[in-house]
């Protein structure tokens, strides 16, 4: 017999092994938005958004001073960071843009938006929203067809600004 995770199953968080705490906390806080809930010692941190506990768990135990890993490792691809809707994902961006934060490239998947990035230690980011079910795009069969076409940035930002 085969088992399904529950639908109602969610990645709680992420926690990341980080070189610099402090650099760390400027990306994933002053940059991205979330807070700063708990300091564990002087080398760990837990941030959130909306108040839960921790969606991001940063820390230097085994790791300060590190180098990322090289091409040809095995490891995470990338964090994926869901927003609501597309102002506030085009929110986020514009701070980033304004920032000079380095965008390796941005993605319409049919089913979601995505911006992609590196944090400070190398880990990849993406940032995006979701289409509502309806929009999602299907075959003839009526099977799942996502797809990888661009992402207009320059209008996503814009739309942010009103």
Same mark, same amino acid.
Do not use: C
């Given at each position: #017999?085969?088992? *399904?995770?529950? @639908?109602?199953?969610?990645i709680?968080?992420?926690?990341?092994? /980080? *070189?610099?705490?402090? %650099?760390?906390?400027? =990306?994933?806080?002053?940059?991205?938005?979330?807070?700063v809930?708990?300091?564990?010692?002087?080398? +760990? /941190? =837990?941030?959130?958004?909306g108040?839960?506990?921790?969606?991001?768990?940063?820390n230097? &135990?085994? *790791?300060?001073?590190?180098? @990322? @890993?090289g091409?040809?490792?095995?490891?995470? =691809?990338?964090?994926?960071?869901?927003?609501?809707? $597309?102002?506030?994902?085009?929110? /986020? !961006?514009? $701070?980033? !843009?304004e920032?000079?934060?380095?965008?390796?490239?941005?993605?319409d998947?049919?089913v979601?938006e +995505? !911006?992609?990035?590196?944090?400070?230690d190398?880990?990849? !980011?993406?940032?995006?929203?979701?289409r *509502?079910? +309806?929009? &999602?795009?299907r075959?003839?069969?009526?099977?799942?067809? #996502?797809?990888?076409? @661009?992402?207009?940035v %320059?209008?996503? /930002?814009?739309? +942010?600004?009103?």
């Amino acid at each position: #017999m085969t088992y *399904s995770a529950p @639908p109602e199953t969610r990645i709680g968080h992420i926690h990341l092994k /980080v *070189s610099d705490l402090d %650099r760390a906390i400027a =990306f994933y806080s002053g940059l991205l938005g979330f807070t700063v809930t708990q300091r564990y010692g002087p080398d +760990a /941190v =837990f941030l959130s958004a909306g108040g839960y506990h921790h969606h991001i768990g940063l820390n230097t &135990w085994q *790791s300060k001073g590190g180098t @990322p @890993p090289g091409p040809g490792h095995t490891g995470l =691809f990338h964090t994926a960071f869901l927003y609501p809707d $597309r102002a506030s994902l085009g929110r /986020v !961006v514009k $701070r980033l !843009v304004e920032a000079g934060y380095p965008l390796d490239g941005a993605s319409d998947h049919g089913v979601s938006e +995505a !911006v992609y990035l590196r944090d400070p230690d190398g880990n990849g !980011v993406e940032l995006y929203r979701d289409r *509502s079910e +309806a929009e &999602w795009p299907r075959d003839a069969r009526g099977k799942l067809a #996502m797809g990888n076409g @661009p992402l207009d940035v %320059r209008a996503l /930002v814009a739309e +942010a600004a009103t």
